[in-house]
């Protein structure tokens, strides 16, 4: 690692918590070579804080065995400017380890990379992208609102979908965000407008490497809500902010490569290959057991409704929005899958961990998945994904297959963590509910 840039007068040195939150110190970067060589001590239970960031009640990490520390070392990322902040700051990505040196199993990016490191014992590697769709907020009022226009003033209610008129009244927000991604090393592609008043989408480059994908979207929501902030708004990657619009998700797209380079999902044919057929079943049989990985929040189960541009049923396609798995069109020699259950709240760890994971078996078992469908997927008899919070937390509580994915220690963290927040959110108001997600996820 080469440190920090000779412009750098701060650090910030973090990790990702099961809820995708950042959790770390200010350092000044003249302890940067310390913290590059020896790490940073940290609690380990502080990757298992609830929302509120506050102790899981009757977390193991605790009380139980004295509230430990690990040790946080730097990820292979390293320095990442923060050019939304005035003081020029990089944030240092780390990831946990034991007194011992032996990756925490409780850690969200390690789990990610055990699932990565099953792929490579088969000679393949994912190679993954990202939509992430956000929200552009005014929350100065009492109600929240989109925006007005920077450069008319005006309030333009209702969907503004692919259009370039949305896109232009926020061009110098947009802006900023390209250069911030270039700075940042964030592969941002096209934007779009989207489906609801004051929403987008930005998609990320096709990359072999779901660790540096996870990464990417990780910090990309940090950017986003951090420059929004720089222009008098908010930037909510909410799954549902508003009722009356389409909520928010974050799509991901994903092929394997061989030994030799080549997608593995591809054999010249429409249907594709046999290894993308089992990758299709994998996903299946993962999305009820995980659901909570893909709606990790109460307000989660509010996108995940009929008719709403968001999947309910448990099923695959090719070229078919409704469906919740879905092989998009285009050249054969492209073929990949597209996974569409999950919100824009997610950890982006997890999610992934949990896609790729749920492939990887299926790969490993060589199960065949059941015909695609056609038509509305909304109108057919179909297995459901889990419609409300405590049932995917009994879900993936109960849950053989995820165990398959992630280590005990860290399914049993987030079960705990995940029946906290819904004792308490429970208790809240409608509004309360919506401050307490709208900058957090």
């Not at 790490?39 to 509230?67: C, H, K, Q, Y």
């Not at 990610?112 to 088969?122: I, N």
């Not at 907020?137 to 259009?163: F, M, N, T, V, Y």
């Not at 909410?238 to 009356?244: D, Q």
Request: aromatic share 10%.
């Amino acid at each position: 690692m080469n440190g920090p840039p000779s412009t750098i007068r701060n650090i910030r040195a973090g990790a990702a918590d099961l809820n995708g939150v950042a959790r770390g110190k200010r350092v000044p970067w003249r302890f940067a070579a310390k913290l590059e060589e020896e790490g940073m001590r940290f609690p380990l239970s502080v990757l298992n804080l609830d929302i509120w960031g506050e102790d899981v009640e009757d977390s193991p990490l605790v009380f139980e065995i004295g509230d430990p520390d690990g040790v946080l070392m730097p990820t292979e990322r390293g320095y990442v400017p923060m050019p939304w902040l005035e003081t020029q700051t990089a944030l240092l990505p780390m990831w946990m380890y034991t007194e011992e040196g032996e990756a925490f199993a409780g850690d969200p990016r390690h789990a990610l990379a055990r699932v990565v490191d099953g792929f490579k014992a088969l000679g393949l590697t994912p190679v993954v992208a990202t939509e992430m769709e956000f929200y552009l907020i005014d929350d100065s009022g009492h109600e929240i609102r989109q925006p007005p226009s920077p450069r008319s003033g005006k309030r333009r209610p209702g969907a503004e979908i692919l259009s370039l008129r949305a896109l232009d009244a926020f061009d110098v927000f947009f802006t900023e965000l390209y250069d911030a991604c270039d700075i940042m090393g964030i592969p941002a592609e096209a934007a779009i407008s989207e489906n609801g008043a004051g929403q987008f989408e930005v998609n990320m480059v096709h990359a072999p490497d779901a660790l540096k994908a996870a990464d990417d979207a990780w910090l990309f929501k940090m950017l986003v809500r951090g420059l929004a902030r720089n222009h008098g708004m908010a930037a909510s990657f909410m799954a549902k902010p508003y009722e009356e619009y389409a909520g928010s998700g974050l799509h991901m797209h994903f092929s394997v490569q061989d030994e030799a380079g080549e997608n593995a999902f591809a054999n010249g044919t429409f249907e594709g290959s046999q290894l993308l057929q089992y990758g299709i079943a994998g996903c299946l049989r993962g999305i009820p057991d995980l659901a909570l990985l893909f709606a990790p929040h109460g307000n989660s189960y509010d996108r995940l409704v009929p008719e709403s541009h968001a999947p309910t049923g448990v099923c695959w396609a090719y070229e078919n929005r409704t469906a919740s798995v879905r092989v998009p069109g285009g050249s054969w020699g492209a073929r990949r899958i597209e996974h569409r259950v999950a919100g824009g709240d997610v950890n982006p760890y997890l999610f992934m961990a949990a896609v790729l994971g749920s492939a990887l078996t299926g790969i490993q078992d060589a199960v065949a998945p059941p015909p695609p469908i056609s038509g509305n997927a909304y109108e057919q008899e179909m297995a459901q994904i889990p419609a409300t919070w405590e049932s995917a937390i009994d879900a993936l509580e109960e849950s053989a297959f995820a165990r398959r994915i992630f280590p005990n220690l860290l399914i049993e963290n987030l079960v705990r963590t995940k029946r906290q927040e819904a004792r308490y959110f429970a208790e809240l108001t409608k509004r309360q509910q919506l401050e307490l997600y709208l900058d957090t996820v």
